[in-house]
């Protein structure tokens, strides 16, 4: 236990060190790289500044693209130096995915897909991952559901929820489709909670920090688990996908803060998405992820009359800038998270905007944590 300890506290030391480098590779390379874009023809225009000298400027996108190559890089070497004891085909899988997600990204930003399409896309990017796993496919049931389930599987059959035997349901085939769908949403999710300056990668940021905290806390955790040993693998895995994930989106964030020189683009948000996605897989914790997921889910509910067509949903549901105030309102129709906290603030600037949404996410997060915690107290 001690040397696994030491040897645990070297490879955070590692990989801490690659973060910190990539961190200042990324903000080097997005400088550099700017005026490529420009001329390429790829930017956007920031809309929450229209009226403004700032809105006619041309902001380059997608910048998503540098911390994504660098990240893509980085998970390459620590594949080099082996550091996962867990499966590596699987490990491979998880880096085809994050790496088809960001080609498609790109392909999205470049060709500007229709939202059906967009849709689609991490179904396709998560193949590399479907057809090559062989891990479990297995889930723990929640202690209160327990009943419910095993009520099902005995008056319709295991087919509806798979085979049930004590606290586990073997979901088979629907595991799959399961990983399918956390691509879909966890990469659509941060894409359309998006559109004012620093949102996109900052709730990328604040949610791979609780991600790290909780493998952390299992890392060091005493509770008696079936198999203390593989739970610890399983996070310290995790550990090593999301530190170079915080360092190279701080490198992101550096140019994305308010007030923007760069667009992050759909490429970081399907880039960013399928990271998560794809290290909660690999560590066992997806149900934990959605729970840090909850602004993301909001939004998604409350989107949906949009989204499902049964209200007009218009090509940007930003809120409205008001020139004279230099103030961001909310806007009714447009059915988002961002309006909603709008019209229940009243109207902010936008860099405050963006800061409330963050804490709202730390304080959903922290929430998230806490729950966990008392539940695995009083349902062991
Ligand atoms: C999603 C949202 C859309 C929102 C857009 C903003 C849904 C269904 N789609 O669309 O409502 O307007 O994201 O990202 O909810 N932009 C800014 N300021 C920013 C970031 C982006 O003005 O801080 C604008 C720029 O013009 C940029 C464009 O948004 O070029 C990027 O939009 P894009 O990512 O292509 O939109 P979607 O992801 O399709
Ligand atoms: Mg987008």
Same mark, same amino acid.
């Given at each position: 236990r ?5 040897g645990?506290?070297?490879r955070?030391l590692?990989?801490g ?7 200042f590779t990324v ?9 490529l ?7 956007g225009r ?8 700032n809105g006619?400027e ?9 911390p ?8 390459c ?24 997600m ?8 470049v ?20 057809v090559n ?7 723990i049931?929640?202690?209160?559901i327990r ?8 008056h ?10 004590g606290?586990?349901?073997d979901?088979?085939l ?7 769908m956390?691509s ?6 941060i894409?359309?909670?998006a ?11 604040v ?11 299992n890392?060091?955790s ?8 593989l ?5 310290a895995?995790?550990?090593?996908m999301?530190l ?10 550096y140019?994305n803060w308010?007030?923007?020189r760069?667009f ?6 399907y880039?960013a998405?399928?990271?998560?996605a ?8 997806s149900?934990?992820l959605l729970l ?10 409350y989107s949906?009359p949009?989204l ?12 409205k ?27 902010l600037?936008?860099?405050t905007l !963006?800061f $409330?949404? @963050? +804490? /709202?996410? %730390?304080?959903? !997060?922290? $929430?998230? @944590? +806490? /729950?966990? %915690? ?7």
């Amino acid at each position: 236990r001690e040397a696994s300890d030491a040897g645990m506290l070297f490879r955070i030391l590692v990989v801490g060190g690659i973060s910190v480098v990539s961190y200042f590779t990324v903000s080097f390379f997005i400088s550099s790289v700017i005026p490529l874009f420009l001329k390429a023809g790829l930017f956007g225009r920031d809309i929450n500044k229209k009226g403004t000298p700032n809105g006619e400027e041309k902001v380059p996108e997608p910048l998503g693209l540098v911390p994504a190559t660098v990240y893509i890089m980085i998970l390459c070497v620590l594949h080099l130096v082996a550091f996962h004891n867990g499966d590596a085909r699987l490990y491979t899988a998880a880096m085809a995915c994050v790496t088809f997600m960001t080609l498609l990204g790109f392909a999205d930003d470049v060709l500007d897909l229709r939202w059906r399409y967009k849709l689609v896309l991490p179904l396709i990017a998560s193949l590399p991952l479907l057809v090559n796993y062989t891990g479990k496919t297995t889930v723990i049931l929640p202690r209160i559901i327990r009943p419910f389930v095993g009520w099902i599987a005995s008056h319709f059959g295991g087919g509806l929820v798979g085979s049930v035997s004590g606290r586990l349901v073997d979901l088979g085939l629907g595991y799959y489709i399961y990983m399918a769908m956390l691509s879909v949403f966890c990469t659509n999710a941060i894409n359309i909670y998006a559109g004012i300056n620093g949102l996109e990668v900052g709730q990328s940021v604040v949610m791979a920090i609780f991600v790290t905290i909780h493998n952390a806390l299992n890392l060091r955790s005493d509770i008696p688990k079936d198999d203390i040993h593989l739970l610890r693998v399983h996070h310290a895995f995790s550990l090593d996908m999301m530190l170079p994930f915080i360092a190279v989106c701080l490198g992101l964030m550096y140019h994305n803060w308010y007030p923007s020189r760069v667009f992050v683009g759909d490429t970081f948000c399907y880039f960013a998405g399928m990271t998560f996605a794809m290290g909660s897989i690999l560590g066992h914790y997806s149900t934990t992820l959605l729970l840090f997921f909850v602004p993301q889910i909001i939004n998604f509910v409350y989107s949906l009359p949009q989204l499902f067509g049964i209200l007009p949903c218009p090509r940007h549901r930003l809120p409205k800038y008001n020139v004279k105030t230099a103030r961001l309102e909310g806007v009714k129709t447009h059915l988002n998270l961002v309006n909603l906290v709008l019209l229940i603030t009243g109207p902010l600037h936008e860099r405050t905007l !963006c800061f $409330l949404l @963050l +804490v /709202l996410q %730390a304080v959903c !997060c922290s $929430l998230a @944590l +806490v /729950l966990r %915690a008392l539940y695995l107290r009083y349902f062991p």
